[in-house]
C-alpha cells in the first residue's frame, strides 16, 4: 500500500483556480442574460394570459 503526500508545488493549484475564475467570467453573463430573457418570456406570457377570457 502506497501513501501519497500532498503536492508541495503550488502551480497546480494556481491554475486550477485561474480556469475557475476565467469560466466563471463566461457563465455568469451568460446566466444573466438567460434569466433576464426569461423573465421577460415569463412576464409576456402572464399579461397575454390576463387579456384572454
Given amino acids: 500500500m502506497s501513501t501519497r503526500s500532498a503536492p ?5 493549484m494556481r491554475a486550477i483556480r485561474l480556469r475557475v475564475v476565467l ?7 451568460l446566466n444573466a442574460y438567460w434569466i433576464a430573457l426569461t ?5 409576456s406570457l402572464h399579461f397575454m394570459r390576463l387579456r384572454c377570457p
Fill in 23 to 29: 469560466l466563471a467570467l463566461v457563465i455568469i453573463p
Fill in 39 to 43: 423573465e421577460m418570456v415569463w412576464s
Fill in 8 to 12: 508541495t508545488n503550488a502551480a497546480p
